[in-house]
Structure formats: structure tokens, C-alpha cells
């Protein structure tokens, strides 16, 4: 299954698919919009990056600023119509390492999940299309948009997030080894 700017995404499951199918709605009803940051067209797809270390036995996490939670690399594509780029682009941003290797062309995961109102603008979805990276070279290196970097065992990330979409991926990654 593929999506015009997004790319091809092959579903696990049923949710996988009802997931792809809102995505594949949101963006045939607000085209390019639905890249931008415009939260008044009720959301907008955003474009995240799963890093693996250079073995692959852990993923580098963000303690995200803003929401104080752990989360994976990522961010909004601000009128980018190509999330694949927009995920590498923000995992280099926001990580501070120097070579990313992209795992797949395709979708790696899709997330769609709400953003509370905060100050004048409305709650939102993301429709968040994530990636499979893995760190080549360099040394992580919080930015402002981060309390801090850490590189979490696949096997531990629990004792970073709670989030069943983080560790959703983490599971996909065992199994795509």
C-alpha cells in the first residue's frame, strides 16, 4: 500500500491498516495542507525517526522539553511533502550525530494520536509516519528541544516510556531482525 509524498507501508494488523487508511484520508482531503503545522484542518502528518545504535541493541531516546517524556526523534514536516526526509532530517537536528543510515525505504510504523489545546491553538492529531534509522557515526547531543539524549536497550525501554506506540516499535524491530 502506498501514499503519494509518504511512501509504502506493508500492515501487520488491524490496526496497522485502520491506521494507514485515516492517514491515506487525511492527506487525499487536505493535500499538501496536511503537511503543514496548520492545526484548524484538525491535524498533521508528522515525520519520526526509530534510531538504532550502530549493533542495533538500542534505540536513542529524547527527553522531549516540551512534554517531558521520552520519546523517539522527530518532528513537524512544516510544509515538507516528503516525511521520509523530514525523519532524517529531524533525527540529524536533534541528535547531534553525523551519519544516519536509513534501514528501509518504507514506513517503518504510524502513529496517530492527539495533541492537547495549548494556548490559542486547538487540539490535534499527528499523524506520525516513522522510519528505521540506525547511527552510524558521531555523538548524541541534546539540543534545546531536549532535557537530554540516551541510547535505551530494546530489551529495557520500558524503563523509559510506557507509551505501547515507542515500545510497539521496538517489538517490530525484534521481529525485523
Known sequence: MRIDRIGRFVPHDARDRAEWDRLRDFCARWGLAA????PFIGGHVTGSAFVLSPDGQAVLMTHHAKLDRWLQ?????DGIADVRFVALKEAYEESGL????????????????EIPA??????????????????????????????ALAWARLDR???Y???????????RVRAWA
Request: aromatic share 6%; proline share 3%.
Open 35 to 38: 503537511f503543514s503545522r496548520d
Open 73 to 77: 526523534l522527530g518532528g513537524h514536516c
Open 98 to 113: 553525523t551519519r544516519i543510515a536509513l534501514l528501509s525505504e518504507d514506513v517503518f510504523d504510524i502513529d496517530i494520536h
Open 118 to 147: 495549548r494556548g490559542a491553538e486547538p487540539a490535534h492529531l499527528h499523524y506520525d509516519v516513522r522510519f528505521l534509522m540506525r547511527a552510524e557515526a558521531g555523538e548524541p547531543n541534546a539540543t534545546a528541544e531536549s532535557k
Open 157 to 159: 525501554l520500558q524503563d
Open 161 to 171: 516510556t510506557q507509551a505501547e506506540s515507542v515500545l510497539r516499535m521496538a517489538r
